[in-house]
């Protein structure tokens, strides 16, 4: 394990790791022990009791926050024909067909997503082996291949963020900045929890919700009790 730096040691003091903190309490001392320069990311990790080789406890989706992530993602929006005016009008940063395909295959990476119309998809499934494992081959299941390019854009920009269950059964989110009031990090973490309780599958035995911990980057890890959200 890293050795932590004083800092993170000094924060960390704050923290009660037996403890599992009411949500906004929780916030709040997430913001406290950020140990970074810049405006740090808040992430909230679920610990849920799911298999993802089961289909259908592979939960996978995308929801838009009430107050966004504070981050702005730069949409590349692949399509032909006069969806291209659509996706432009609706405030996405590159629109094209193939010859964005080809600066791809050449490495180039200046964007955060990808939405694609279906036909698209063909020419798109040639670059799974770039596309994958960076996470940005475009799906269905996360609005991100249709032919709405219009209300597609216009969310991911509002702050819609992706979720899914990991091999270990985590489904971790970003859900602000470090500069957010607590209670609209609160809010945000409340949306994707009752996004992930109705989404219970049927085929769940026992706890779902095993833990849940928000953090900053870099910063300490701390639980939240589930009864406070």
């Known amino acids: 394990m ?11 003091k704050l923290i009660d790791t037996s403890k599992r903190y009411p949500l906004v309490e929780a916030v709040e001392l997430v913001k406290q022990t950020s140990v ?3 405006d740090a990311t808040v ?7 799911l298999d ?3 289909a259908e406890q ?6 838009v926050l009430p107050h966004g992530t504070g981050k702005v993602r730069r949409v590349l929006v692949l399509t032909k024909g ?3 005016k659509e996706a432009e009008e609706a405030g996405a940063d590159y629109v094209g067909d193939s010859e964005y395909l080809e600066k791809i295959k050449g490495g180039w990476f ?7 119309t279906p036909d698209m998809m063909g020419e798109l499934g040639k670059l799974g082996k770039i596309l994958g ?3 940005l081959m475009p799906n269905a299941k996360t609005g991100t291949v249709t032919m709405d390019l219009k209300k597609a854009v216009e969310e991911i920009k509002a702050g819609k963020v992706e979720y899914r269950v990991d091999k270990t059964g985590n489904v971790p989110a970003i859900v602000g900045k470090v500069s957010f009031d607590a209670d609209k990090i609160a809010e945000n973490i409340k949306v994707i929890y009752a996004t992930l309780i109705r989404l219970k599958p049927a085929t769940v035995k026992g706890v779902y919700v095993k833990n849940i911990s928000v953090a900053t980057t870099m910063g300490p890890g701390i639980k939240i009790n589930p009864e406070s959200i």
């Open 2 to 12: 890293a050795k932590h730096g004083k800092k993170y040691q000094e924060v960390a």
């Open 36 to 38: 970074t320069k810049f």
């Open 43 to 49: 992430e909230v990790v679920f610990r849920m009791n």
């Open 52 to 54: 993802s080789r089961k």
């Open 58 to 63: 592979n939960l996978r989706g995308a929801i």
């Open 82 to 84: 006069p969806k291209a």
């Open 110 to 116: 200046d964007f955060d997503i990808i939405v694609a």
């Open 133 to 135: 494992p960076k996470g």
